[in-house]
């Protein structure tokens, strides 16, 4: 049983009379003691998607079609569970964690304070009992301590030290899943290989499952069991790692691989994929990497293909794929 069933979500934004397709019809699923890393560009839709699995998408967007399964059918699609059956599931069977602390944590209140709240809500225990849990989760995340630094406020804490707040936070009352919207992306090098480090030993111990969205594929190769590969909305290829990695089949896929260190072709410099995501608004017609892609047909620009599965757990869309058209750049 898949611990989460996504199927076929859109997520559109409704502004000055428009459509915007953020996500549109995304299907995936999500095994336990897994990470699903979505991968792609600013602005491919990889936060609007995991927004929409937690129900947290404001005005003026709007989930219009999908269900996502927590735990099979039975328990109830989230998309369609009422606010208050949300606020149950939200902080204590899925949490989610940010690209920037800063933003998300209150900076008046102790950073103790605020790793209790979720316990206090989701779980039962005295006032003492949480506190002592509250620094627990302190030191499991790696903060020296944690006794001493209970009350200090998130400005007193270093980047790499408030992200492991905001993982204490989220792990605080063991979910199923665990969220996590770059949650590197702010940091530097060193930080950024520790806390995918404390991500990693947490998930064995607590037999999460993850979704990790990111832009860098190192982290992806480091992190992930299975990859979606998003752009513009739709996902391109979905498989597990390593066959994605070994042979990527869509140019865009193949693009971002390229764009790695060491990957490339190009001698001294890293690779690029020309141009950039286009606005919703400005959609292509047809695949909607058309305008980017260097091996565009006159057919990618007339009708969007289909993810279709080419090999095995391997799903794929693009035309060349589909037509067993070799790889040949324009
Ligand atoms: Fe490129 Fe065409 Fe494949 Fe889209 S369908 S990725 S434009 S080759």
Redesign the pocket.
Known sequence: MSLLNVKNIKTYFFLDGEELPAVDDVSFTLEQNRTLAIIGESGSGKSVLVLSIMKLVDHPGEIIQGEAYFMGETEGDLLRMKEKEMQKIRGNEIAMIYQDPMSTLNPLIPVGKQIEEALYIHKKGSKKEIRKKAMELMTDVGIPDAKKRYGDLPRQFSGGMRQRIMIAMAISCAPKILIADEPTTALDVTIQAEILDLLKKLQNENQMAMILNTHDLGVVEDMAHDVCVMYCGKI?EKAPKEKLFLNPM???TIGLIECMPGKGEAKGRLNAIEGYVPHPSDFPK?????NR?P???D??HETL?ELKEVAPEHHV?????EDGIPLIRN
């Open positions: 391109m869509n140019p865009y047809g695949c909607r990497f058309s892609c091996y565009a047909m057919k990618c293909p869309r693009c035309w060349l794929v």
